[in-house]
């Protein structure tokens, strides 16, 4: 079933009258007055569609041949100037083609233009679902997948079979009066694709008396978490569900005090939490590793305990800091930082200490290396490949670096070298250490080609972006801290920079006298950045920003290609942020003709705990989530191959991480409805029960390809030509975004 909408979307029927053009070669025969072509009906299951010829010319409507199509396949027996409009055509765009050859001789052939995707009726449901006891309440559950909106539902209750007067809700408390009845209920109401509908639930067993107290159960947002120098409201909403009459509500709280701030909650649920953050142990938490919390009571109104708990962390100084910034925009060189030691100064054992920050947007390859005599590639000591996919050394494929990479974060390696030992047959031996873990468990030997340039030891460190070829862009690649020592004990300190006795935007290259740089430096300057990332953040940047704060519905931002242009294979390509208070999931779906969640081709689910593919659990997503973070998320997808029994395949990276080896099966439990391919993309955060309040989450730099390599663009979206506050949803009639959209509206969020 679809998700029920809780909004209104304007269907029109759809009354055509359409002209047709010529689509073979024109008459050869002066005098010929061009053939009408008119069709007429609405493309609807059950209705029938007429065509109409006039041509002035005049013509023998009997000797006129039709053919009608539907998505361009002929429809089988199909050739009367009437079309029955059956199921198999639901979903499709209907065409006729008519040929004749008029009273003057001259031969014609006219396609109709085509009709809407012709709409059916999908039988809605109602179910009963509480307790059948006097006291409780009853709630009726209405779903059709032609959505509707709740607002212009009309219910009645009935006690056997006799209507309760003013029982007209979708809820019903249940009295005295219905003990030892069966219950009943009707809905009527009208679907958006304007069928009249008139349900009625299953009979429900007999009404019990009164029994005990049923406790009331609590879900929603029980937990929160705030950084301790937050000045904004926590807000949240606690879901009461308690199958007794009039008390699905919480006990009222009003500014409450707690032991680090105060806290108030509504009757509905919907609680706030400010922070005191003057409170000294709040304020001495020193980052995000270092937490309090802050524990509520609350209370359903039958008495029903409850608590909340709000996690309360330190935050890392996030001071502004110079670090030097690496791009390659040559396409003869790399980038690249180097630093080289005097012949006198060569240092046989010691350590290098430096952090990196590598930019996501960068495709190619960062590099971390210690070199002798010689600064040639192949004979490093080390020379560290930090890959979009992890971490390599350079022609070592003995030792194995499992510590997964992460883009836009600072990283800390540690590199030690002892070449005391080393010749021109014995290398020297090293130890890399990448945020405090090990690669290995004792010291490796180096694999540079020419051991007679590395027998001294480090003359020369590289911090090298790029090739000879490519280039990177804007994006960068950061080097911060950088320590080189005359001893593995790090105790001798032979050169360091934190680049904070330059200029903002100084260079480092040779143009800088002042610079200690070696003059292979190239595209090196200094940048003033903030810790918490590199480069400068584009606080005016715009996305989409979805929220749920429906009790009925999901927040989503939807996309729908015509029939016309589902992608058999294809490639989407987006960006994603999710807050750190959002208790419930986000969603990345891709849909075919159906939109259920359990006939998705994939459906990604963003939980706070890691990423899962629904239905999915043979392809385990071990690429760790991050809030608060815009991480990158690419799927590709090929259906030519699929069938009513072969599923389509896939691929999924994450911030440039593929998640396998190889494409993986679709399971949609219905094939048949992803058989063409891809026709709609969703982004959905929360469910149909309870709401996310003020967090939300966001997309941006949304992509659709009609290839799969990613070449051929058929939509996108950066959001940037909307102005800040717009709606995506219906009510806005600029909006390339399907009806079934809810909640997304054009916010600002720093990138």
């Known amino acids: ?154 219910y009645a209750w009935l006690a056997n079979d006799v209507a309760i007067d003013g029982a007209i809700e979708s809820t019903y408390a249940l009295t005295d009066n219905e003990v030892g009845k069966t ?37 929603g947002d029980l937990s929160a978490t705030v950084t301790k120098n937050a000045t904004d409201d926590v807000m949240g909403s606690v879901v009461v569900t308690d199958d007794d009459a009039n008390e699905n509500m919480a006990e009222v709280q009003t500014d409450l005090g707690t032991t680090f701030g105060t806290f108030s909650i509504a009757a509905t649920g919907d609680w706030t939490y400010t922070l005191d953050t003057t409170n000294s142990t709040v304020a001495s938490l020193t980052d995000e590793n270092d937490t309090v919390t802050d524990t509520i009571a609350i209370s359903s109104t039958d008495g029903t305990a409850a608590e909340i708990v709000i996690t309360i962390t330190g935050t890392t100084n996030l001071a502004p800091t110079k670090a030097a910034r690496i791009t390659d925009n040559m396409t003869d060189d790399a980038g690249e930082l180097r630093y080289k030691l005097s012949s006198s100064d060569i240092i046989a054992a010691g350590k290098l200490t430096v952090k990196f920050l590598k930019e996501a947007a960068i495709e190619k390859d960062a590099y971390i290396g210690l070199y002798g005599a010689s600064t040639s590639t192949n004979n490093a000591l080390i020379d560290l490949r930090i890959q979009n996919s992890g971490y390599v050394i350079r022609n070592n494929d003995d030792v194995l670096v499992t510590i997964p990479f992460t883009a836009d974060k600072w990283t800390t390696v540690e590199m030690t070298w002892d070449a005391t030992s080393a010749s021109d047959t014995v290398a020297p031996l090293l130890t890399l250490t990448i945020d405090g873990t090990s690669v290995t468990t004792e010291p490796f030997a180096s694999v540079s080609q020419s051991l007679s340039d590395v027998v001294a030891g480090v003359q020369t460190v590289i911090f090298k972006l790029g090739d000879n070829s490519s280039v990177s862009g804007d994006a960068a690649y950061y080097i911060d801290d950088f320590k080189l020592y005359a001893d ?125 593919i629904r239905n999915n659990e043979d392809v385990d997503v071990t690429i760790p989530f991050t809030a608060d973070k815009w991480t990158t998320v690419e799927m590709t997808w090929d259906a030519t191959g699929a069938s009513d029994t072969v599923a389509p395949l896939l691929t999924l990276t994450i911030d440039g991480t593929s998640v396998t080896t190889e494409p993986f099966a679709s399971v949609s439990q219905s094939l048949s409805d992803v058989v063409a391919g891809v026709q709609t993309v969703i982004f959905k955060l929360g469910d149909n029960g309870s709401e996310t309040g003020v967090p939300a989450y966001y997309v941006d730099d949304f992509t659709l390809f009609s290839d799969v390599a990613g070449t051929t663009v058929q939509f996108e979206d950066d959001f940037e030509g909307y102005a800040e506050g717009d709606s995506l949803d219906d009510d806005n009639t600029s909006s390339p975004y399907n009806s079934a959209t809810a909640e997304a509206v054009v916010a600002k969020k720093a990138k």
């Not at 059950?46 to 010829?53: C, F, I």
């Not at 198999?88 to 014609?108: F, K, L, M, P, R």
């Not at 009707?186 to 694709?193: E, G, I, Q, R």
């Not at 299953?202 to 029994?211: D, F, G, L, R, Y």
Request: aromatic share 6%; net charge negative; charged share 20%.
């Open 488 to 612: 593995i004990d790090s105790t001798v300190v032979q050169f360091e920079d934190d680049f904070e006795s330059y200029a903002d935007g100084a260079s480092l290259d040779t143009d800088n006298p002042d610079s200690p740089y070696n003059s292979a430096t190239a595209e090196a300057f200094v940048e003033l950045i903030n810790n918490s990332g590199g480069g400068s953040t584009n606080p005016d940047n715009l996305s989409a920003k979805i929220t749920d704060n429906m009790t009925d519905d999901a927040g989503e931002l939807r996309y729908k290609l015509s029939s016309s242009d589902v992608i058999a294979a294809g490639k989407l390509s987006v960006t994603f942020l999710k807050e750190d208070g959002i208790a419930k999931d986000a969603y990345i779906g891709l849909y075919g003709a159906s939109t259920s969640t359990n006939n998705a081709l994939i459906d990604l689910r963003i939980q706070s705990g890691g990423y899962v």
């Open 1 to 154: 079933m679809k998700k029920l909408m809780n909004k209104t979307i304007a269907i029109s029927t759809i009354a055509l009258a359409m002209v047709g053009c010529n689509t073979d070669t024109l008459p050869d025969k002066e005098g010929n007055s061009f053939g009408q072509l008119s069709l007429t009906g609405e493309a609807r299951v059950g209705e029938t569609l007429t065509s109409s010829v006039t041509d002035a010319n005049g013509l023998d409507a009997s000797a006129i041949s039709y053919t009608w199509m539907a998505d361009g396949a002929a429809i089988t027996s199909a050739t009367s100037s009437d079309l029955m409009l059956t199921e198999a055509q639901a979903g499709t765009n209907i065409t006729v083609t008519v040929s004749y050859t008029d009273n003057d001789g001259h031969s014609e052939r006219i396609m109709s233009n085509p009709t809407a995707d012709v709409i059916t009726n999908f039988a809605g449901t109602l179910e009963i679902s509480g307790t059948l006891e006097s006291g409780k309440l009853l709630t009726a559950t209405l779903l059709d997948d032609n959505e509707f909106t709740p607002e212009s539902v009309v």
């Open 183 to 219: 219950m009943v209920v009707t809905a009527s109401y009208t679907d958006f694709d304007g069928y009249n509908e008139v349900l009625t639930s299953a009979t429900t067993a007999v009404i019990e008396p009164s029994s005990a107290n049923t406790p009331a159960t609590f879900s």
